[in-house]
């Protein structure tokens, strides 16, 4: 598989914190953006947030100031973390990297959705 995600905690009431990590587990020529999407049952995929190869990140509004996005280059992984959760954070959580594989072929990678569900 190409990545390997991990959920660090189980269940969480609202206000509660939870770390993902993903780690890509095939050598990347290239990497210039990470990011976590979201998508909720009945509701589009969405953007949470993504960090680029220079280390600038970015959020979705709904969860800025609460999340945050980073990344470890040397291990290519990539980490969320998510403070003051809300219920409708609940969703499953997805990993994203674009990068290339070699100097001449684009790449874009999804990781296997991480269930986060957050009770009121």
């Known amino acids: 598989a190409m990545f390997s995600c991990r959920r660090w905690g189980g269940l969480v009431q609202a206000g509660g914190s939870l770390r993902l990590s993903c780690v890509a587990s095939?050598?990347?020529?290239?990497?210039?953006?990470m990011g976590w999407y979201r998508q909720a049952p009945g509701k589009q995929r969405e953007l949470v947030a993504t960090?680029?190869?220079?280390?600038?990140?970015s959020y979705a509004s709904s969860v800025k100031g609460r999340f945050t996005v980073s990344r470890d280059a040397s291990k290519n992984t990539l980490y969320l973390q998510m403070n003051r959760l809300k219920p409708e954070d609940t969703a499953a959580y997805y990993c994203?990297?674009?990068?290339?594989?070699?100097?001449?072929?684009?790449?874009?990678?999804w990781g296997k959705g991480t269930q986060v569900t957050v009770s009121s």
């Open positions: 994203n990297l674009e990068g290339f594989s070699d100097p001449w072929n684009g790449v874009n990678y």
């Open positions: 095939e050598a990347i020529f290239m990497i210039e953006t």
């Open positions: 960090i680029s190869r220079s280390g600038s990140s």
